[in-house]
Every structure is written in structure tokens, then in C-alpha cells.
């Protein structure tokens, strides 16, 4: 039983929306941001980039004050307004060749520890420390956690229901994609919502682990300080966006790596061999069709990489994956990479054009090596998450990205 509950959000007045809504922090270009700092003083990122104003770079606990800071300053300039009543947020993007439909809520932290909430990636301590003193010093999160559910009629029709009232926000930004939100106030389909989710057994994170992980964090520490703890405290509970999993598009991570680990051209295709049935690709540039099927760039030439099922075992859900297959077969005993996430030989990248953009920095000897690998799927992250496994770093790529700065939920 999933338990959501609306909340009263700190949110961007009507009129200055498109201004203050920003997209991640890592998307922009470092031209870009400035730009945005120096001729936009309503974006969100004046709020996480608080030395801007000071013309110095800050980090740790005085950065984290100077953006408490900040965020005081766009409530008393009426840049953000807070709701009076718990609301749920009903949130839609649209853009060219993607459109989804879901819910800003508070989820519960008890259902992250109890499992209800699954994971199916690694979180580092570090990171889950450094959140959770952000979270505690800023008071307030203004980046959801992204969360998918098997699909449910009853959820899709009473949200579809309050898509045919006037919407609170509808703009569009400079990337052409369309926001739409709705505020849900009246007692009935909050009520309604809110039951509905509660037949929902699993949900699943698609996006935003780390932010889940020192939201638990932090609350069983302030709740191990609290003699008067109830359980209804905001600190309880984490902002997510909720949407149905058939609305997830999933893209794959290319992989690239700098050197053969001391091996030639040959070598390497004969030590790829043991795994693989190897096919010159004709048709220059091709991505990978089907499941276990890798393409590979290597000194100008395209190869296809088939897995041979005779060498190669299937034990669980994880070791069907292709990011996995992949380290196993051919990243660390052939290529010597054993920490993926932390070995400067290995690369990653994403996106439509990733494939070109591969090859040309292999072409220019930035890599000397590069794989391109099938999406992975919805339902192999639900088979992860389940049999309590975990991902190698960087094996997907998901969309929704969410705006930051649209919804703020107060701890």
C-alpha cells in the first residue's frame, strides 16, 4: 500500500513561472549559465548558484546558508507564493516526440525503508551525508524524486478528470517543450487520489536515488532527536513525481573507453571472439537492434557484436543485462575497467546523436573505444529493483527531466 499525501507547496508566482523554473543544474553549458545568472534574476539557479552574487565559487555549509538565504529573498519579494491547503500537483510535459502526465506528492519514508519504494541503483554514503546537511540547512526540496507505478486505470482516469479544469501554469520554455499544472484543492479527488495510490503495492525510482536516500537519512536522524517524533512531521515524507510506467522513455549509455589495456587491434577482436560472434558492419553507424546485440566503433570501422549464448550464462534478472553482460564480457577482463564509476579510462554518453558523437571523439583520439547498447526497459528495471539487485553506473537514461523550482516542499 503506497502512501502519498498533498502538501503545501512554496511554488513560483503565476506571472513569473517561465522565468523562475529552471532546468538541472548539470544541463546547462557554463556560457549558458551565466548568461541565465547575469540577464535572468528570477531563475531558480540565483537560489542554487548563491555566489553568483558575490562573484565567488562557495561550496559546503556556507553555500548551503547562502542558498537559504536566497530562497528567503524570492519569498519576500513575492517571487515564490505559498499554497494555504494541502494540494496535490497534477504536472504535464510535452514536447516533440514525448508527453507525460503525473503527480507532485509527498511519498513516505517509511515506505522507502520498508522496500515498498524499490531501488535498483547504488548510492554512495558520501553523497547520501552531503544531501541529507544540505536538506537539513536549506529547510526545503525543490528537486522531486522520480517515481513510476505499474499502470492503473482508476489513478489515469481520475487524473485525465482534473486535466479538463483551467490549469494553474501553462507555458513554454525556449527548448519547446510545453509545462501544464494543475492544483488539486477540492476534498473529493484529493480523497480519491490519495485511495487510489493506496492500492498500489510497489513503486519503483526511476530517477533521483540519491535524493530518496538522504531524505531517509535525515529523517530517522531528526527523528532519533525528536521526543515529541508523531510520524506526521514533514520530514516524514519526500517530494516525488509520480507518473505510470508506460509514460518512461528510457535511452541508452554509450560507453568509451581510452586504450585496449596494453593490446592491439587484434588482440582485442581476438580476445572478443570467446564471447561474441563478430560481423564488420556495412551499414556505417547502425545501433544495435536487439537485446545481447552491441555495436562497437573501433580505429574507423564499425563492428556488431553478437553474444554467444554457449560462453556466456544467465543466472538472474541482473546478469541479462546488457550494461552487465557488457562489463563482464568485455570492461573489466579484457579492458581492465573494474570500477566503473570511478575509472577515468571510461566514458558515457546519451542522447540521439550520441552514436555520432562517439565515433567523433574516437576519431580524434580522445577514446579508442566505443559501445553503443539497446535501451534497457521498464520492465528489466522492475525485475532489478524486485530481486533486490543493482545496476552498473550509468545504465539508463530516462526522461521526464523535471523543472526545478516548480514545486518546493518544506521540510
Known sequence: MALIKPFKAIRPAKDKVALVASRSYEEYSEKELQCTLEHNPFSFLHIINPGFKFHKSLSGEERFKLVKNRYWEFLEEKTFIKDNTPCFYLYQIKKENFKCLGLFCATSVSDYDKGLIKQHENTLESRETLFANYLQTVGFNAEPVLITYKDNETIASLLKAETKKDPEYHFTCTDKVTHTLWRVTDNTPLNAIQNAFKE????????????????????????????????QEAYNYFMSYLIPEHQVKIYDFNRMVKDLNGLTKEEFLIKLDTYFRIEQNSNNGNRPLKKHHFSMYLDGEFYMLYLRKQSYTFTDALSKLDTQILYKTILEPILGITDLRNDERISYGYGKHNLIKMKDCIDKGEFKVGFSLVPITIEEIRQIADAGLVMPPKSTYIEPKLRSGLTIYEL
Open 200 to 231: 498500489i503495492s510497489q513503486m519503483y525510482i526511476a530517477d533521483g536515488h540519491h535524493r530518496s536516500a538522504s531524505s531517509s537519512l535525515l529523517a530517522n536522524e531528526i527523528k532519533q532527536n525528536n521526543p515529541n517524533h508523531t510520524g
